[in-house]
């Protein structure tokens, strides 16, 4: 019981440390910024900026895997057309 504990405490502090170091960019970065991409301008806090920016990478990332998988068999489908040795 005693382990789940210190477990749960050290879960505790590495939230804290995260919250603190997400609140410092935050207010590092409370600018606004204006985006020009392709002619679409587009205005807004620039911590936001990099949050969405972040989310898409991480979106499209995850896309091309996912993607890329599509095409390959299952684990188990590829085990079975594997060469099978027959002993006689």
């Known amino acids: 019981m005693e382990k789940q504990k210190k477990t749960s405490t050290f879960l505790?502090?590495?939230?804290g440390i995260i919250f603190v170091l997400f609140a410092v960019?935050?207010?590092q970065n409370w600018q606004s910024v204006t985006i020009n991409f392709f002619g679409i301008k587009?205005?807004?806090?620039?911590?936001i900026v990099f949050l969405v920016?972040?989310?898409?990478?991480?979106?499209?990332?995850w896309l091309f895997k996912y993607l890329r998988g599509?095409?390959?068999?299952?684990?188990?489908?590829?085990?079975?057309?594997?060469?099978?040795?027959?002993?006689e």
């Not at 505790?12 to 939230?15: A, E, N, Q, R």
């Not at 587009?42 to 911590?47: A, M, N, P, Q, T």
Request: no cysteine; hydrophobic share 40%.
């Open 12 to 15: 505790l502090i590495l939230y």
């Open 25 to 27: 960019f935050i207010i």
């Open 42 to 47: 587009v205005e807004g806090k620039s911590f």
């Open 53 to 61: 920016t972040f989310g898409i990478g991480f979106f499209s990332g």
């Open 70 to 87: 599509l095409g390959k068999p299952k684990k188990e489908a590829r085990k079975e057309k594997g060469v099978k040795y027959i002993e």
